[in-house]
């Protein structure tokens, strides 16, 4: 079974639109992250977490709201959401943070 | 400024043959250097990682090198197969901040 779920898996939203992203882990891991993927940028890192309630910054934190509720659930938020937030978003867990990282299947993003 | 580079960008080869992707770093207080796998429509997934106190380690057809004196890192996979198409991501890792910095990937096609 799938450890990481994201969801949704595909969305379509136009500039200035509110956008959440949903991520959670079945593993019991304390540390959870927020990346997106870009061609010829690799795995930028927008946002972690090692508990509920906490929130650390990453490399690219601008226009980007997250908040991890639970354990378990950790949500990216869009609140004007803009072109170039077009993108693959990943979400990972991992038990020791800076050790092996296990990611969600995806979703991926477009702005209209 | 760029942790992890990461070369080449993409890369063909042949069945049978090796391929061999390398990266560089900066930050000499890296210790962990993990190399992740990912097929097209997936999220990563750890492959082989090595420690610095260590500069080889090999899982099967996958072996990586480290040099710590050159900052440098290598992932070699013998009898390449074209089901080893896919990007990989070296990363590094201090372990002290809880995060894993990754390189911009190399696209791989093993050709049949």
Known sequence: EAAVTQSPRNKVTVTGGNVTLSCRQTNSHNYMYWYRQDTGHGLRLIHYSYGAGNLQIGDVPDGYKATRTTQEDFFLLLELASPSQTSLYFCASSDVGAYEQYFGPGTRLTVL | ?112
């Open chain 2, 1 to 112: 400024q760029q942790q992890v580079r990461q070369s080449p960008q993409s890369l063909t080869v042949w069945e049978g043959g090796t391929t061999v992707l390398t990266c560089s770093y900066e930050d000499s207080t890296f210790n962990y250097f993990p190399w992740y796998q990912q097929f097209p429509g997936e999220g990563p997934a750890l492959l082989i990682s090595i420690l610095s106190v260590s500069d080889k380690k090999e899982d099967g057809r996958f072996t990586t090198f480290f040099n710590k004196r050159e900052k440098k890192l290598s992932l070699h996979i013998i009898d390449s197969q074209p089901g080893d198409s896919a990007t990989y991501f070296c990363a590094a890792s201090a372990g002290s901040n809880n995060r894993i910095f990754f390189g911009d990937g190399t696209q791989l096609v093993v050709k049949p």
